[in-house]
């Protein structure tokens, strides 16, 4: 990314029973952030790096378990707490999952004995399995992770892209992923509408015309626009717009910076035209919001 890019962090947590989260981790920032949760033993954890690179510690920092980027993690150990201790390198998205052994339980039926750790012989025996990320996961991950409809939705939204990835990571046969998106057979796709995605994130100020974007990338117009709806769950622009509200947002929450300043630094040459876009998204303006937070 350019220098000019605005770094972000966020951790975002959505409840959705009891026993049952989901944690998202975005870390934008040019150093390593360090979150530490404790979690108890009866839960199952589901770890997966979207971007980045990522380190479990346990033990205080005596063991460290690496999750590269398109790698899962699941973590069981009902013997003693396995408490998150999650470091995340520069530029790492993370997306969690923690339910409990109960709540696991209950959404297979008895006759599920080719999950290892539902058997009799193992449910009380520690688990750690790493695997990767398969192209229909990587969609669901980076839906969750670029939510973009009505807040009051959004609960039940991740609730069901929970599901869907628990089912995606139980249920892989060889050829599911190409029967279900035949655009992600080709992985050099993939790394292209991600590039794309990163191009325009890094030039948030002065995007390229979607032409341009696909000539840069080596796509056909159409498929970049098919390809990006795919995997991210929206248009180019429509992406962008929500990504560079969510900087405005949290450069307003942070006090350094005033409105128009705010406005520049996401793109917009006039107060007017970035106060109209901020309603538009939030419902209300950045003055009435920086009000409401106080």
């Keep these: 990314m350019e220098s000019k890019n605005v770094a972000i962090s966020t951790v975002a947590e959505t409840f959705i029973e009891q026993g049952f989260t989901v944690l998202t981790f975005l870390n934008e920032q040019e150093e390593v952030y360090q979150f530490v949760r404790e979690v108890d033993s009866n839960i199952i954890q589901f770890h997966f790096c979207l971007k980045g690179n990522a380190i479990f510690q346990f033990n205080n920092g005596a063991y460290k378990l690496p999750m590269p980027e398109e790698q899962s993690l699941l973590l069981y150990n009902p013997q003693r707490d396995l408490p998150m201790n999650l470091e995340l390198a520069p530029h790492t998205w993370v997306v969690s999952i923690l339910i409990s052994i109960k709540k696991f339980h209950s959404l297979f039926s008895r006759e599920a004995s080719y999950i290892t750790f539902l058997s009799d012989e193992n449910k009380d025996r520690k688990y750690y399995q790493d695997g990767g990320i398969s192209p229909s996961m990587a969609i669901a991950l980076n839906q ?16 069901g892209k929970a599901y869907e990835l628990l089912s995606l990571y139980f249920n892989r046969p060889a050829d599911a992923d190409v029967a279900q998106c035949p655009f992600l057979a080709d992985e050099d796709n993939v790394t292209k509408i991600k590039r794309a995605k990163e191009i325009v994130i890094a030039r ?5 015309t979607l ?15 098919e390809g990006f709806k795919q995997i991210y769950g ?44 901020f309603k538009k998204k939030f419902g209300t303006t950045p003055k009435k919001y920086l009000m409401s937070l106080s």
């Design 144 to 159: 969750v992770v670029n939510y973009n409809l009505h807040p009051s939705i959004k609960e039940l939204y991740v609730k």
């Design 204 to 208: 948030m100020t002065e995007p390229p």
């Design 211 to 225: 032409q341009a974007l696909s000539e840069e990338i080596g796509l056909s117009l159409n498929k970049l626009k």
């Design 234 to 277: 929206d248009s180019v622009y429509s992406f962008l717009f929500d990504y560079k509200m969510e900087v405005a947002r949290q450069l307003l929450e942070s006090g350094s910076h005033n409105v128009n300043e705010v406005g520049l630094k996401v793109g917009y040459s006039t107060a007017s035209h970035f106060i109209a876009a």
